[in-house]
């Protein structure tokens, strides 16, 4: 059998696939426990400071850099 990776979820008492398959009594299987996932709200607020700080760093207000200046290390130099 190929290995295949399942999404489950612990119900309290077993672990329950979070979608149907066919497994053959006495299959061998890897178990990973997953950290809880960050709500709704704190996951929102990231992607908003995410965001804001691409907007910092690609806004109307950064330079264009020539392809000759990114070729040169002036801006390892200037800005490294």
């Known amino acids: 059998m190929p290995i ?4 489950a979820h612990f119900d309290g008492k ?14 061998k299987l890897i178990v990973t426990i997953l950290s809880k996932q960050e709500s709704d709200d704190e996951h929102d607020a990231w992607l908003i400071l995410s965001g804001q700080r691409l907007e ?4 109307e207000n ?6 000759v200046l990114l070729k040169s290390n002036y801006l390892m130099d200037n800005f490294a």
């Open 56 to 59: 910092n760093a690609y806004g």
């Open 4 to 7: 295949i990776s399942l999404s």
């Open 62 to 67: 950064e330079p264009e850099y020539s392809s």
């Open 14 to 27: 077993r672990i329950c696939l979070d979608e149907p398959f066919d497994l053959e009594p006495d299959t």
